[in-house]
């Protein structure tokens, strides 16, 4: 800081002396030649000439003007108090002037700027005297100093002013990064809830803000994780449960029967293929997430709603449902194969679950061109089952939603289903709608992106 308002004053106090000195040479040396050349203009130097000649060109009181001959003999000085007339003053720069040369001299302390000029007195080649003046300038140094120390007050206020703001804006900054830094270390430590309110545009508010975004998302994914455990766990325990239970009974019934022990087991079976199913769902719900891995061919849809209905067939058959594949063959979608696979199979298979004896579920299709728009293809799968109540229709596509919980969880459904087909369908750019009619039964509309039929390669 004592660096800073040294170099600050240095310089300007510095520039302001040259200024001065270089006036007092101009001034000195203008007054000497004068002076000389007004000299010069006499047929001799003498002391009468020499008086006149000051008075003439009224050179200040002040200042003390020496006059000597071409031997360094004063010939006048108008000081009072120690004239030297009449006596010899070899001054170096007196001496210089009678060889011929003008001499300026400045020297400054604190008090004044004492300043000298001599020049010759020439009469042709020849100096035949010189002309000395003598400046003592308390008044310029007095203001060189008055301004030096005007300089340092200005520059002391600057530096405490600058001092001030730098402080002001380490306080600010130091208290925004604060609070950023406690956000993200109340995040690190599990909280997802916290947020940073800051206010302003600056790119802190903007790194508060995507922060915020960023807790916001993870959130959402850790109330997403939670439910999805929590769903999941419950799905899984009850077949888990029911096995328990059953081998128990096996175990502590003594002496029990054959046919005992093979009822038990098939139902052990039934809750295993149960766990089988829910855990591949899970499974495939994980992967939906991640759903990079997605890849659109072209699917033949006639022949994809057979296979679903051959491997249905037996489920459908104990559920006293017919299944009806009425899809024409020739039509394509283009979408990833296992997706498209698990959309029909889902939808079919809740056709069947949400069925009523003597119900049925009819799979069809047709090509969809509507003018310049990319031709798609509409698949349908329709039920005369249980229906939906309007009110649960936008809720059924959310992860483990059932509307009536306790007959799709008889019926091994984990509210996974939908979802799975859902998350395809938005995968890869496709739509799903759903029309029901409670007790009358459902449809499930699903638009895809065609692929081009047989003929094309
Ligand atoms: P779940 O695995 O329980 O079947 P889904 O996601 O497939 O889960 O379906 C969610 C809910 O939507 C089901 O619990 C059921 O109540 C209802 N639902 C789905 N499909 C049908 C349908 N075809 N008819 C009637 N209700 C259905």
């Given at each position: 800081?004592?660096?800073?308002?040294a170099?600050?004053n240095f310089?300007?106090?510095?520039?302001?002396?040259?200024?001065?000195?270089?006036?007092?040479?101009?001034?000195?040396l203008?007054?000497?030649?004068?002076l000389?050349?007004t000299?010069?203009?006499?047929?001799?130097?003498?002391?009468?000439?020499?008086?006149?000649?000051?008075?003439?060109?009224?050179?200040?009181?002040?200042?003390?003007?020496l006059?000597?001959?071409?031997?360094?003999?004063?010939?006048?000085?108008?000081?009072?108090?120690?004239?030297?007339?009449?006596r010899?003053?070899?001054?170096p720069?007196?001496?210089?002037?009678?060889?011929?040369?003008?001499v300026f001299?400045?020297?400054?302390?604190?008090?004044?700027?004492?300043?000298?000029?001599?020049?010759p007195?020439m009469?042709?080649e020849?100096?035949i005297?010189?002309v000395?003046?003598?400046?003592?300038d308390?008044?310029?140094a007095?203001?060189?100093?008055?301004?030096?120390?005007?300089?340092?007050?200005?520059?002391?206020?600057?530096?405490?002013l600058g001092?001030?703001?730098?402080?002001?804006?380490?306080a600010?900054?130091?208290?925004?990064?604060?609070?950023?830094?406690?956000?993200?270390?109340?995040?690190?430590?599990?909280?997802?809830?916290s947020?940073?309110?800051?206010?302003?545009?600056?790119e802190?508010?903007?790194?508060?803000g995507e922060?915020?975004?960023?807790?916001?998302?993870?959130?959402?994914?850790?109330?997403?994780?939670?439910?999805?455990?929590?769903?999941a766990?419950?799905?899984?325990?009850?077949?888990?449960?029911?096995i328990?239970?059953?081998?128990?009974?096996?175990?502590?019934?003594?002496g029990?029967?054959?046919?005992?022990?093979?009822?038990f087991?098939?139902?052990?079976?039934?809750?295993?293929?149960?766990?089988?199913?829910i855990t591949?769902r899970?499974?495939?719900?994980?992967?939906?997430?991640y759903?990079s891995?997605?890849?659109?061919?072209?699917?033949?849809?006639?022949?994809?709603?057979?296979?679903?209905?051959?491997?249905?067939?037996?489920?459908?058959?104990?559920?006293?449902?017919?299944?009806?594949?009425?899809?024409?063959?020739?039509?394509?979608?283009?979408?990833?194969?296992?997706?498209?696979?698990?959309?029909?199979f889902?939808l079919?298979?809740?056709?069947?679950?949400?069925?009523k004896?003597?119900?049925?579920?009819t799979?069809?299709?047709?090509?969809?061109?509507?003018?310049?728009?990319?031709?798609?293809v509409?698949?349908k799968?329709?039920?005369t089952?249980?229906?939906v109540?309007?009110?649960?229709?936008?809720?059924i596509?959310?992860?483990?939603?059932?509307?009536?919980k306790?007959?799709?969880?008889?019926?091994?459904?984990?509210?996974?289903?939908?979802?799975?087909?859902?998350?395809w369908?938005?995968?890869?750019?496709?739509?799903?709608?759903?029309?029901?009619?409670?007790?009358?039964?459902?449809v499930?509309t699903v638009?895809?992106?065609?692929?081009?039929?047989k003929?094309?390669?």
């Open positions: 800081m004592a660096t800073l308002l170099v600050m310089y300007p106090a510095q520039a302001v002396r040259r200024l001065i000195v270089s006036s007092k040479e101009t001034e000195l203008e007054r000497a030649q004068r000389a050349l000299l010069e203009g006499f047929a001799s130097l003498t002391q009468d000439n020499i008086v006149l000649s000051v008075q003439v060109l009224e050179l200040e009181k002040q200042q003390r003007i006059v000597t001959d071409g031997f360094g003999g004063v010939l006048y000085d108008n000081s009072k108090v120690s004239p030297l007339a009449g010899y003053a070899l001054l720069d007196l001496v210089a002037a009678l060889e011929g040369a003008d001299r400045c020297r400054y302390d604190e008090e004044a700027f004492a300043s000298s000029a001599a020049v007195v009469k042709g020849k100096a005297g010189a000395y003046i003598y400046d003592y308390t008044e310029q007095d203001f060189l100093s008055s301004t030096r120390s005007n300089i340092f007050r200005i520059s002391l206020l600057l530096a405490v001092c001030a703001v730098l402080g002001f804006f380490i600010y900054f130091g208290k925004r990064i604060d609070r950023l830094v406690g956000g993200i270390r109340q995040m690190s430590g599990g909280d997802y809830n947020r940073i309110h800051m206010n302003g545009q600056d802190l508010a903007e790194l508060a922060f915020n975004e960023l807790a916001g998302r993870l959130q959402k994914t850790e109330e997403l994780r939670q439910q999805f455990v929590s769903n766990s419950h799905e899984l325990k009850t077949p888990l449960a029911s328990k239970l059953l081998s128990d009974s096996i175990l502590q019934t003594e029990i029967s054959r046919e005992a022990v093979n009822e087991l098939g139902d052990i079976n039934e809750e295993i293929d149960r766990l089988t199913r591949e899970l499974l495939q719900l994980t992967r939906l997430d759903s891995a997605a890849a659109a061919s072209r699917c033949d849809l006639h022949k994809l709603a057979g296979k679903v209905t051959d491997l249905l067939r037996e489920t459908a058959l104990q559920a006293q449902v017919r299944l009806e594949n009425q899809v024409p063959p020739g039509l394509f979608a283009l979408f990833d194969q296992d997706g498209l696979y698990q959309v029909v889902n079919v298979e809740n056709g069947v679950k949400y069925n004896p003597g119900g049925v579920v799979v069809s299709a047709q090509l969809v061109e509507r003018g310049d728009r990319l031709p798609r509409r698949l799968v329709a039920d089952g249980i229906g109540a309007p009110e649960e229709t936008p809720h596509f959310e992860r483990f939603y059932r509307v009536d306790a007959r799709s969880r008889e019926k091994g459904g984990a509210g996974l289903g939908l979802a799975i087909v859902a998350d369908i938005k995968t890869m750019g496709g739509e799903i709608q759903v029309e029901s009619q409670l007790g009358q039964g459902s499930f638009t895809l992106p065609a692929a081009a039929g003929e094309a390669p």
